[in-house]
Nanobody
Framework: QVRLVESGGGLVQPGGSLRLSCSIS????????LGWYRQPPGKQRELVAA???????NYLDSVKGRFTISRDNAKNTVYLQMNSLKPEDTAVYYC????????????WGQGTQVTVSS
């Protein structure tokens, strides 16, 4: 049973930064590609950034150059550094497997709320 625990969200002004963390237990962490997803109010969840087991990354076009995904295999943790935040980044952020089918996703954690507002 994989357990996902996201943290680090909060209220930030436009242009500000946040660093999200996701602790993953119950799996062979280093073998999986991982991803950060977000679900804005009233919208579907979308993949924002993903990182392969070997470290290669990919990003949603709207966050390229502003967000950075990283992983620490020793700590079973994946991070999302978010800079130059915009109001449209407001969403609940979740971590899960990256680049996988819907049926192969792990059970979702509680997510962490990011609100960008002045």
């Amino acid at each position: 049973q994989v357990r996902l625990v996201e943290s680090g969200g909060g209220l930030v002004q436009p242009g500000g930064s946040l660093r999200l963390s996701c602790s993953i237990s119950g799996s062979i962490f280093r073998n999986y590609a991982l991803g950060w997803y977000r679900q804005p109010p009233g919208k579907q969840r979308e993949l924002v950034a993903a990182i392969a087991s070997g470290g290669s990354t990919n990003y949603l076009d709207s966050v390229k150059g502003r967000f950075t995904i990283s992983r620490d295999n020793a700590k079973n943790t994946v991070y999302l550094q978010m800079n130059s935040l915009k109001p449209e980044d407001t969403a609940v952020y979740y971590c899960n497997r990256g680049w996988t089918t819907q049926r192969d996703l792990w059970s979702w954690g509680q997510g962490t709320q990011v609100t960008v507002s002045s």
